[in-house]
């Protein structure tokens, strides 16, 4: 089930609003297990034992480390961290590389391996982190273990952000698990925060992904550099709004039931170098790898050589993170040169640059990125970025080009519009001022995206295979 889909917006949503709403306190979680677990199963029933597994397994995991700790067993309780590390990742690592492995295996031996198909478990990258994060936080003392296994589900199968984020740490919904109060601004503010991240969605993610769409499935040998760069960007613009639209209906739907979930984009598209970008993309997912690999390795703690290490070692584990194919440790070492190059050579002379300047090359390494992470085939990689720098021969623009720009042109200033600090900027200028009409706008907005929704068969969700 997707959050922009009318059987969650018009059947379960209204219904678990109303069961979460009327129910006393002691029972709020309670409801939220069972509706998060229904949620799970429309589209997984048969994974969400794996989900439950990973639960028990943490909340025991954790219980244990407590108790070690208490006794001053230290040894003991970093004998269970070790486990329950280790058990996360390779369930992890099972459903989601084990098909990439064999399929090695055989294009570099040749021998018969026999392939087993192991389906991807939706949203198993985000709660599998979560549920870590949660024992090693436990282990370093940061947080006292959950003894009440319903409060602790709560926070794993949170349905708002369990298939795709934002990674919330334990750390950041101890307090809220135990007691929270949904007033009428949270309801109101989360219905605002939901209506935006549809509106991104449905409208301007979906369309700029049909373009792309479009494009992608030309012979690369035939499309010239303006077409090739214009499906590079309406991708670009598709996963963001994609993915922080997911994020902010995420965090509406988390205020409609009481909870804070930390913010996980701020306009990266407006950033002046990658290292901005990344402090500025994803955020929850790069905090998860800062905390618990980056500075256990070492960070920037033990020389030049050893951080440089660091990063690769961090980036080359977020690219294979998003996806079991060479494409994505690929744009995962891309970026962990970039920003190797960036801090210890560049930074310096980026900085004396104009902003404008700064921002283009930003963007530019940007919008290659996202092809790399975008064509999982390396023939096809290959060949679109020939494409992208005019080594086809298809000249620079045509006909279709300029037709999909000009019939488009409205949703490309849209998408700038939206992805700019602009809208942000009025809405602090106006700040308590205009409410009915900004409500009014909220409400035009969620009732085109619903015809929309309702109109078109064309409605993914890309991180929901990540």
């Known amino acids: 089930m997707v959050f922009s889909s009318a059987a969650f917006l018009f059947f379960f949503l209204p219904i678990t609003l109303l069961c979460y709403y009327v129910c006393p306190l002691r029972f709020k979680n309670v409801i939220l297990v069972i509706a998060s677990l229904i949620f799970y199963a429309w589209g997984e029933p048969t994974y969400i034992l794996i989900m439950l597994f990973s639960t028990v397994f943490d909340y025991v995991n954790g219980r244990l480390i407590g108790i070690f700790r208490q006794k001053d067993q230290n040894r003991k309780a970093k004998l269970v961290m070790i486990i329950s590390v280790i058990g996360n990742l390779g369930i992890l690592c099972f459903f989601k590389y084990t098909n990439l492995a064999l399929s090695t295996v055989h294009s570099l031996t040749g021998l018969a391996v026999p392939v087993l198909n192991v389906a991807l478990p939706i ?6 982190f979560q549920t870590m994060s949660y024992t090693l936080d436990v282990y370093l003392g940061q947080v006292k273990p959950q003894h009440n296994i319903i409060a602790f589900a ?3 199968t949170c349905f708002p952000q369990l298939v795709a984020g934002p990674i919330v740490r334990y750390i950041d919904l101890e307090t809220q698990l135990k007691e929270r109060r949904v007033t009428s601004q949270q309801v109101a503010d989360g219905c605002r925060r939901f209506c935006i991240g549809m509106s991104k ?4 993610a979906n369309s700029a992904g049909a373009i792309w ?3 992608k499935i030309m012979e690369p040998g035939s499309i010239p550099v303006a077409m090739a760069w214009l499906g590079a960007v309406c991708y670009t613009f598709q996963i963001y709004f994609d993915f922080s639209g997911y994020s902010d209906m995420a965090i509406g739907l988390g205020k409609m039931f009481g909870f804070t979930f930390p913010e996980n984009f701020n306009l990266p598209y407006i950033s002046k170098s990658i290292t901005e970008f990344w402090r500025r993309w994803h955020i929850s997912l790069s905090t998860w790898f800062k905390e618990y690999v980056y500075i256990p390795l070492g960070g920037n703690r033990k020389g030049t050589g050893r951080q440089i290490f660091n990063l690769m070692v961090v980036w080359a584990l977020t690219g294979f993170w998003h996806g079991a194919a060479y494409n994505f440790l690929l744009w995962g070492i891309y970026y962990g040169l970039l920003l190797i190059f960036e801090k210890f050579i560049f930074k310096k002379i980026l900085e004396k640059l104009p902003a404008i300047i700064q921002h283009i090359y930003t963007m530019f390494f ?3 990125g996202w092809v790399l992470f975008a064509c999982e085939d390396f023939g096809f990689l290959f060949q679109y970025l020939k494409a992208l720098f005019g080594m086809q021969g298809a000249g620079f623009t045509n006909g ?12 490309l200033i849209a998408c700038v519009v939206c992805s700019s600090s602009l809208l942000r900027r009025i809405g602090e200028k106006t700040k308590g001022r205009y409410v009915i009409a900004k409500d009014i706008v909220m409400l035009v907005l969620f009732v ?3 015809c929309f929704i309702i109109g078109s068969s064309y409605n993914p969700f890309l991180y929901f295979r990540f």
């Open 123 to 128: 949203g198993i990258s985000f709660y599998t």
């Open 400 to 411: 279709e080009t300029t037709y999909l720009i000009m019939g488009h042109l409205a949703l």
């Open 366 to 368: 940007v919008v290659l």
């Open 213 to 215: 769409d479009t494009i």
């Open 448 to 450: 085109i995206s619903i």
């Open 154 to 156: 709560t926070y794993v």
């Open 201 to 204: 969605k449905v409208l301007l």
